[in-house]
Protein backbone atom coordinates (compact mmCIF):
# COMPACT_ATOMS: atom_id res chain seq x y z
CA UNK A 1 0.00 0.00 0.00
CA UNK A 2 1.08 3.92 -0.58
CA UNK A 3 2.14 4.94 3.20
CA UNK A 4 -0.10 7.54 4.87
CA UNK A 5 1.15 9.78 6.93
CA UNK A 6 -0.72 12.85 8.90
CA UNK A 7 -0.14 16.52 9.19
CA UNK A 8 -2.16 19.30 10.82
CA UNK A 9 -5.25 20.17 8.91
CA UNK A 10 -4.14 23.95 10.24
CA UNK A 11 -0.37 24.21 10.94
CA UNK A 12 0.44 26.55 13.68
CA UNK A 13 3.22 27.64 11.51
CA UNK A 14 1.04 28.83 8.93
CA UNK A 15 2.99 26.76 5.71
CA UNK A 16 6.21 27.61 6.64
CA UNK A 17 7.58 23.91 6.95
CA UNK A 18 8.44 24.04 10.53
CA UNK A 19 5.96 21.26 11.25
CA UNK A 20 7.77 17.29 11.71
CA UNK A 21 5.91 15.66 9.47
CA UNK A 22 7.93 18.13 6.47
CA UNK A 23 10.91 16.44 7.62
CA UNK A 24 8.80 12.62 6.77
CA UNK A 25 7.71 14.58 3.88
CA UNK A 26 11.67 15.35 2.21
CA UNK A 27 12.54 11.84 3.25
CA UNK A 28 9.93 10.62 1.13
CA UNK A 29 10.81 12.80 -1.87
CA UNK A 30 14.51 12.19 -1.71
CA UNK A 31 13.94 8.49 -2.33
CA UNK A 32 10.66 8.82 -4.47
CA UNK A 33 8.01 6.85 -2.16
CA UNK A 34 4.70 8.47 -3.47
CA UNK A 35 2.46 8.95 -0.15
CA UNK A 36 -0.63 9.61 0.88
CA UNK A 37 -1.26 12.13 3.54
CA UNK A 38 -4.48 12.61 6.53
CA UNK A 39 -5.08 16.37 8.06
CA UNK A 40 -5.41 15.82 11.42
CA UNK A 41 -7.24 18.78 13.61
CA UNK A 42 -6.14 20.10 16.81
CA UNK A 43 -9.42 18.37 18.23
CA UNK A 44 -9.24 15.21 16.85
CA UNK A 45 -5.36 14.74 17.33
CA UNK A 46 -6.35 14.21 21.04
CA UNK A 47 -9.21 11.97 20.36
CA UNK A 48 -8.96 7.55 20.66
CA UNK A 49 -8.69 7.29 17.01
CA UNK A 50 -5.61 9.26 16.40
CA UNK A 51 -3.45 8.12 19.77
CA UNK A 52 -3.96 4.80 19.13
CA UNK A 53 -1.64 5.74 15.91
CA UNK A 54 0.72 8.26 18.46
CA UNK A 55 0.37 8.12 22.15
CA UNK A 56 0.94 11.75 22.33
CA UNK A 57 -1.67 12.39 20.46
CA UNK A 58 0.85 14.09 17.83
CA UNK A 59 1.76 14.12 14.24
CA UNK A 60 3.27 12.93 11.58
CA UNK A 61 2.32 8.95 12.17
CA UNK A 62 3.00 6.87 9.21
CA UNK A 63 0.87 3.87 8.31
CA UNK A 64 1.67 1.15 5.84
CA UNK A 65 0.19 -2.31 5.51
CA UNK A 66 0.09 -3.34 9.44
CA UNK A 67 2.95 -0.78 10.27
CA UNK A 68 2.29 2.01 12.42
CA UNK A 69 4.99 4.13 13.51
CA UNK A 70 5.33 7.97 15.46
CA UNK A 71 7.98 10.00 15.86
CA UNK A 72 9.58 11.61 12.87
CA UNK A 73 13.06 10.53 13.69
CA UNK A 74 11.96 6.68 13.80
CA UNK A 75 9.54 7.44 10.05
CA UNK A 76 13.17 8.60 9.01
CA UNK A 77 15.17 6.01 9.64
CA UNK A 78 12.23 3.45 8.55
CA UNK A 79 12.29 4.83 5.12
CA UNK A 80 16.01 5.71 5.21
CA UNK A 81 16.36 1.92 6.03
CA UNK A 82 14.15 0.53 3.08
CA UNK A 83 15.23 2.79 0.06
CA UNK A 84 18.52 3.87 -1.06
CA UNK A 85 19.30 7.39 -1.05
CA UNK A 86 19.53 8.76 2.47
CA UNK A 87 21.72 6.20 4.15
CA UNK A 88 25.51 5.35 3.41
CA UNK A 89 25.57 1.56 2.49
CA UNK A 90 29.59 1.52 4.29
CA UNK A 91 28.67 0.04 7.67
CA UNK A 92 30.41 2.60 9.81
CA UNK A 93 29.28 5.51 7.87
CA UNK A 94 26.04 4.56 7.76
CA UNK A 95 25.88 4.33 11.96
CA UNK A 96 27.68 7.85 11.75
CA UNK A 97 24.63 9.10 9.56
CA UNK A 98 21.93 8.05 12.23
CA UNK A 99 24.61 9.10 15.12
CA UNK A 100 23.52 12.57 13.33
CA UNK A 101 20.05 11.97 13.53
CA UNK A 102 19.91 11.58 16.77
CA UNK A 103 21.90 14.30 17.80
CA UNK A 104 19.60 16.72 15.68
CA UNK A 105 16.54 15.67 18.04
CA UNK A 106 18.29 15.52 21.23
CA UNK A 107 20.92 17.47 21.25
CA UNK A 108 20.52 20.42 18.66
CA UNK A 109 16.59 20.50 19.33
CA UNK A 110 16.03 20.97 22.92
CA UNK A 111 17.12 24.38 23.47
CA UNK A 112 15.52 25.34 19.76
CA UNK A 113 12.37 23.85 21.51
CA UNK A 114 13.04 25.90 24.93
CA UNK A 115 12.68 28.64 22.84
CA UNK A 116 9.60 28.07 20.64
CA UNK A 117 7.97 26.94 24.32
CA UNK A 118 9.41 30.56 25.87
CA UNK A 119 7.01 32.63 23.06
CA UNK A 120 3.87 29.94 22.91
CA UNK A 121 4.00 29.30 26.44
CA UNK A 122 5.26 31.96 28.24
CA UNK A 123 5.30 34.99 25.92
CA UNK A 124 2.72 36.44 28.35
CA UNK A 125 4.91 36.20 31.65
CA UNK A 126 7.37 39.07 33.39
CA UNK A 127 10.58 37.33 32.86
CA UNK A 128 10.35 36.10 29.37
CA UNK A 129 12.27 39.47 28.11
CA UNK A 130 15.03 38.53 30.66
CA UNK A 131 15.11 35.27 30.29
CA UNK A 132 15.25 34.75 26.21
CA UNK A 133 18.97 35.93 26.31
CA UNK A 134 20.14 32.67 28.26
CA UNK A 135 17.74 30.08 25.82
CA UNK A 136 19.49 31.85 23.11
CA UNK A 137 22.62 31.70 24.41
CA UNK A 138 22.45 27.81 24.83
CA UNK A 139 21.05 27.18 21.32
CA UNK A 140 24.65 29.53 20.05
CA UNK A 141 26.96 26.54 22.08
CA UNK A 142 25.38 24.03 19.85
CA UNK A 143 25.09 26.00 16.64
CA UNK A 144 29.46 27.21 17.97
CA UNK A 145 30.22 23.14 17.84
CA UNK A 146 27.87 22.69 15.05
CA UNK A 147 29.30 25.38 12.65
CA UNK A 148 32.79 24.15 13.99
CA UNK A 149 32.42 20.24 13.22
CA UNK A 150 30.42 21.61 9.45
CA UNK A 151 33.84 23.63 8.64
CA UNK A 152 33.30 24.32 4.68
CA UNK A 153 32.27 20.97 4.07
CA UNK A 154 28.74 20.38 1.89
CA UNK A 155 27.54 17.96 4.45
CA UNK A 156 28.27 16.57 8.04
CA UNK A 157 29.78 13.19 6.91
CA UNK A 158 30.76 13.28 3.10
CA UNK A 159 27.35 12.81 0.86
CA UNK A 160 23.96 14.11 1.98
CA UNK A 161 22.29 11.73 4.12
CA UNK A 162 18.99 11.27 6.35
CA UNK A 163 21.54 13.38 9.43
CA UNK A 164 21.73 16.42 7.27
CA UNK A 165 18.10 16.13 6.77
CA UNK A 166 17.40 15.70 10.18
CA UNK A 167 20.23 18.79 11.31
CA UNK A 168 18.63 21.04 8.57
CA UNK A 169 15.21 20.09 9.17
CA UNK A 170 15.80 21.54 13.05
CA UNK A 171 18.00 24.55 12.17
CA UNK A 172 15.06 25.92 9.81
CA UNK A 173 12.96 26.41 13.50
CA UNK A 174 15.53 29.38 13.96
CA UNK A 175 15.05 31.19 10.92
CA UNK A 176 12.75 33.81 12.63
CA UNK A 177 15.81 33.71 15.20
CA UNK A 178 17.85 35.56 13.37
CA UNK A 179 20.77 32.87 15.43
CA UNK A 180 21.66 31.26 12.10
CA UNK A 181 22.92 34.28 10.39
CA UNK A 182 25.28 34.32 13.25
CA UNK A 183 27.25 31.08 11.35
CA UNK A 184 27.48 31.84 8.06
CA UNK A 185 28.33 28.15 7.17
CA UNK A 186 25.63 26.95 8.50
CA UNK A 187 23.30 29.35 7.08
CA UNK A 188 24.42 28.66 4.25
CA UNK A 189 24.24 24.24 4.83
CA UNK A 190 20.45 24.79 5.76
CA UNK A 191 19.96 26.80 2.34
CA UNK A 192 21.62 23.83 0.42
CA UNK A 193 19.54 21.70 2.03
CA UNK A 194 16.55 23.87 1.19
CA UNK A 195 18.03 23.93 -2.27
CA UNK A 196 16.91 20.23 -2.85
CA UNK A 197 14.89 19.59 -5.65
CA UNK A 198 13.31 16.42 -2.98
CA UNK A 199 13.12 19.69 -0.21
CA UNK A 200 11.48 21.53 -2.75
CA UNK A 201 8.74 19.22 -3.46
CA UNK A 202 7.75 18.08 -0.20
CA UNK A 203 7.81 22.49 0.64
CA UNK A 204 5.61 22.92 -1.68
CA UNK A 205 2.93 20.07 -0.45
CA UNK A 206 3.08 20.92 2.89
CA UNK A 207 2.17 24.14 2.03
CA UNK A 208 -0.88 23.27 -0.52
CA UNK A 209 -1.97 22.01 2.51
CA UNK A 210 -1.97 25.75 3.86
CA UNK A 211 -3.18 27.53 0.85
CA UNK A 212 -5.98 25.06 0.13
CA UNK A 213 -4.47 23.78 -3.14
CA UNK A 214 -5.27 19.63 -2.87
CA UNK A 215 -2.49 17.87 -1.47
CA UNK A 216 -0.32 15.95 -4.01
CA UNK A 217 -0.33 12.71 -1.93
CA UNK B 1 38.58 -4.81 19.76
CA UNK B 2 37.01 -4.65 22.82
CA UNK B 3 34.32 -1.50 22.45
CA UNK B 4 35.84 1.98 24.42
CA UNK B 5 33.17 4.24 25.53
CA UNK B 6 33.94 7.66 27.58
CA UNK B 7 32.44 8.79 30.90
CA UNK B 8 32.52 11.34 33.53
CA UNK B 9 35.92 11.62 35.39
CA UNK B 10 33.41 13.29 38.34
CA UNK B 11 29.60 12.57 37.37
CA UNK B 12 27.86 15.73 38.34
CA UNK B 13 24.95 13.41 39.70
CA UNK B 14 27.70 11.84 42.56
CA UNK B 15 27.03 8.78 41.04
CA UNK B 16 23.13 8.24 40.70
CA UNK B 17 23.18 6.98 37.12
CA UNK B 18 21.82 9.75 35.55
CA UNK B 19 24.62 10.73 33.44
CA UNK B 20 24.24 9.64 29.62
CA UNK B 21 27.11 6.97 29.79
CA UNK B 22 24.32 4.64 31.88
CA UNK B 23 22.20 4.30 28.85
CA UNK B 24 25.34 2.60 26.83
CA UNK B 25 26.74 0.44 29.77
CA UNK B 26 22.93 -1.02 30.34
CA UNK B 27 22.55 -1.79 26.65
CA UNK B 28 26.38 -3.27 26.51
CA UNK B 29 25.49 -5.48 29.70
CA UNK B 30 21.87 -6.44 28.62
CA UNK B 31 23.87 -8.09 25.21
CA UNK B 32 26.84 -8.97 27.34
CA UNK B 33 29.36 -7.05 25.49
CA UNK B 34 32.39 -6.47 27.73
CA UNK B 35 33.32 -2.81 27.44
CA UNK B 36 36.10 0.04 28.52
CA UNK B 37 36.13 2.79 29.73
CA UNK B 38 37.92 6.26 29.51
CA UNK B 39 37.11 8.84 31.91
CA UNK B 40 37.33 11.97 31.05
CA UNK B 41 37.42 15.50 32.76
CA UNK B 42 35.03 18.67 31.95
CA UNK B 43 38.07 20.49 31.12
CA UNK B 44 39.51 17.77 28.40
CA UNK B 45 36.00 17.51 27.70
CA UNK B 46 35.93 20.43 25.23
CA UNK B 47 39.26 19.98 24.14
CA UNK B 48 40.03 19.15 20.54
CA UNK B 49 40.78 15.55 21.34
CA UNK B 50 37.39 14.94 22.62
CA UNK B 51 35.53 17.08 20.19
CA UNK B 52 37.19 15.26 17.86
CA UNK B 53 35.27 12.14 18.84
CA UNK B 54 32.79 14.22 20.14
CA UNK B 55 31.48 17.36 18.06
CA UNK B 56 30.00 18.70 21.20
CA UNK B 57 32.51 17.99 23.91
CA UNK B 58 30.22 15.85 25.75
CA UNK B 59 30.17 12.04 26.92
CA UNK B 60 29.33 9.05 26.15
CA UNK B 61 30.84 8.30 22.68
CA UNK B 62 32.08 4.54 21.66
CA UNK B 63 35.05 3.43 19.63
CA UNK B 64 35.14 0.27 17.99
CA UNK B 65 37.93 -0.74 15.23
CA UNK B 66 37.09 2.04 12.98
CA UNK B 67 33.88 3.16 14.27
CA UNK B 68 33.60 6.41 16.47
CA UNK B 69 30.33 7.13 17.58
CA UNK B 70 28.56 9.90 19.74
CA UNK B 71 25.20 10.30 21.19
CA UNK B 72 23.47 7.75 23.60
CA UNK B 73 21.04 6.78 21.12
CA UNK B 74 22.41 6.19 17.99
CA UNK B 75 25.30 4.15 20.37
CA UNK B 76 22.19 1.82 22.12
CA UNK B 77 20.79 1.33 18.73
CA UNK B 78 23.89 0.10 17.15
CA UNK B 79 24.89 -1.75 19.78
CA UNK B 80 20.62 -3.36 19.39
CA UNK B 81 21.34 -3.95 16.00
CA UNK B 82 24.37 -6.02 16.43
CA UNK B 83 23.57 -8.11 18.93
CA UNK B 84 20.57 -10.31 20.23
CA UNK B 85 18.26 -9.05 22.95
CA UNK B 86 17.83 -5.36 22.76
CA UNK B 87 15.16 -5.68 18.85
CA UNK B 88 12.45 -7.89 18.14
CA UNK B 89 13.10 -10.03 15.51
CA UNK B 90 9.83 -9.44 13.61
CA UNK B 91 10.48 -6.28 11.16
CA UNK B 92 7.73 -4.00 12.34
CA UNK B 93 8.22 -4.96 15.89
CA UNK B 94 12.20 -3.65 15.44
CA UNK B 95 10.74 -0.31 13.99
CA UNK B 96 8.13 0.69 16.69
CA UNK B 97 11.01 -0.15 19.76
CA UNK B 98 13.06 2.15 17.53
CA UNK B 99 10.13 4.11 17.36
CA UNK B 100 10.13 4.47 21.87
CA UNK B 101 13.69 4.99 21.48
CA UNK B 102 13.25 8.40 19.47
CA UNK B 103 9.99 9.41 21.88
CA UNK B 104 12.41 8.66 24.68
CA UNK B 105 14.87 11.46 23.29
CA UNK B 106 12.91 13.96 21.46
CA UNK B 107 9.52 13.97 23.20
CA UNK B 108 9.63 12.73 26.68
CA UNK B 109 13.40 14.40 27.79
CA UNK B 110 13.26 17.27 26.32
CA UNK B 111 10.77 18.68 28.96
CA UNK B 112 12.82 17.00 31.70
CA UNK B 113 15.76 18.74 30.54
CA UNK B 114 14.26 21.80 30.94
CA UNK B 115 13.18 21.17 34.55
CA UNK B 116 16.92 20.26 35.16
CA UNK B 117 18.20 23.75 32.74
CA UNK B 118 15.83 25.41 35.27
CA UNK B 119 17.58 24.02 38.40
CA UNK B 120 21.02 23.90 37.13
CA UNK B 121 21.44 27.63 35.02
CA UNK B 122 18.56 29.21 36.37
CA UNK B 123 18.01 28.42 39.68
CA UNK B 124 19.82 31.72 41.17
CA UNK B 125 16.78 33.73 38.78
CA UNK B 126 14.11 35.49 40.06
CA UNK B 127 11.53 34.13 38.15
CA UNK B 128 11.92 30.30 38.72
CA UNK B 129 10.51 30.07 41.81
CA UNK B 130 7.19 31.23 39.51
CA UNK B 131 8.31 29.36 36.45
CA UNK B 132 8.75 25.62 37.47
CA UNK B 133 5.35 24.76 38.35
CA UNK B 134 4.59 25.64 34.23
CA UNK B 135 7.84 23.03 33.74
CA UNK B 136 6.33 20.37 35.68
CA UNK B 137 3.18 20.76 34.12
CA UNK B 138 4.73 20.55 30.69
CA UNK B 139 6.71 17.22 31.98
CA UNK B 140 3.13 15.97 33.30
CA UNK B 141 1.68 16.24 30.03
CA UNK B 142 3.87 13.25 28.94
CA UNK B 143 3.63 11.30 31.79
CA UNK B 144 0.32 11.07 31.77
CA UNK B 145 -0.09 9.91 27.73
CA UNK B 146 2.82 7.52 28.51
CA UNK B 147 0.95 6.20 31.88
CA UNK B 148 -2.32 5.70 29.68
CA UNK B 149 -0.49 3.73 27.00
CA UNK B 150 1.58 1.74 29.02
CA UNK B 151 -1.61 0.82 31.05
CA UNK B 152 -1.02 -2.28 32.96
CA UNK B 153 1.65 -3.97 30.86
CA UNK B 154 5.17 -4.75 32.15
CA UNK B 155 6.57 -3.23 29.01
CA UNK B 156 5.32 -0.45 26.22
CA UNK B 157 5.48 -3.03 23.44
CA UNK B 158 5.25 -6.60 24.31
CA UNK B 159 8.85 -7.79 25.16
CA UNK B 160 11.47 -5.44 27.08
CA UNK B 161 13.50 -3.96 24.15
CA UNK B 162 15.99 -0.95 23.40
CA UNK B 163 13.22 1.40 23.65
CA UNK B 164 12.23 0.74 27.37
CA UNK B 165 15.67 1.26 28.02
CA UNK B 166 15.88 4.76 26.83
CA UNK B 167 12.06 5.46 28.02
CA UNK B 168 13.50 4.52 31.77
CA UNK B 169 16.78 5.74 31.38
CA UNK B 170 14.89 9.48 30.65
CA UNK B 171 12.39 8.92 33.49
CA UNK B 172 14.76 7.91 36.37
CA UNK B 173 15.93 11.62 35.71
CA UNK B 174 12.66 12.74 37.43
CA UNK B 175 13.06 10.63 40.83
CA UNK B 176 14.25 13.31 42.83
CA UNK B 177 11.40 15.73 41.29
CA UNK B 178 8.97 13.20 42.88
CA UNK B 179 6.65 13.53 39.36
CA UNK B 180 7.04 10.19 38.87
CA UNK B 181 4.86 9.13 42.04
CA UNK B 182 2.01 11.09 40.84
CA UNK B 183 1.93 8.00 38.04
CA UNK B 184 2.25 4.96 39.72
CA UNK B 185 2.34 2.60 36.77
CA UNK B 186 5.05 4.73 35.84
CA UNK B 187 6.97 4.46 38.93
CA UNK B 188 6.58 0.54 39.03
CA UNK B 189 7.89 0.35 35.34
CA UNK B 190 10.76 2.04 36.15
CA UNK B 191 11.03 0.01 39.31
CA UNK B 192 10.88 -2.99 36.40
CA UNK B 193 13.83 -1.46 34.75
CA UNK B 194 16.23 -0.56 37.86
CA UNK B 195 15.70 -4.15 38.60
CA UNK B 196 16.96 -6.07 35.45
CA UNK B 197 20.46 -7.73 36.50
CA UNK B 198 22.02 -5.89 33.63
CA UNK B 199 21.14 -2.78 34.70
CA UNK B 200 22.09 -3.37 38.36
CA UNK B 201 25.80 -4.15 36.76
CA UNK B 202 26.00 -1.20 34.90
CA UNK B 203 24.89 1.07 37.79
CA UNK B 204 27.39 -1.07 39.99
CA UNK B 205 30.14 0.12 37.58
CA UNK B 206 28.88 3.87 36.79
CA UNK B 207 29.05 4.02 40.89
CA UNK B 208 32.51 2.77 40.97
CA UNK B 209 33.73 5.46 38.97
CA UNK B 210 32.28 7.73 42.07
CA UNK B 211 33.43 6.19 44.82
CA UNK B 212 36.51 5.47 43.52
CA UNK B 213 36.76 1.17 43.31
CA UNK B 214 38.27 0.69 39.69
CA UNK B 215 35.88 0.21 37.13
CA UNK B 216 35.08 -3.11 36.39
CA UNK B 217 35.87 -2.37 32.25
Redesign the interface.
Same mark, same amino acid.
Given at each position: MTPIITAFERSPDRGKGLARDMRVRWALEEVGQAYAVRLVSFHAMKEPAH?ALH?? @??IPTYEED? #?????? @?? %?V &??IAERHAGLLPDE??AR??A %??W???A &???V??PI #??LA?AGL #??GD???TG??LP &?VRD?IRN?LG? &?S??LGDADWLDAEFSAGDLMIVGVLLRLKASGLLDEYPNLAAYVARGEARPAFQRAFEAQLAVFTGTPPTG
Open positions: RPF @GQD #LVLFES @GA %I &LHANAR %IAMFA &LNTEP #LET #LEKPWQR &LRRD &LAR
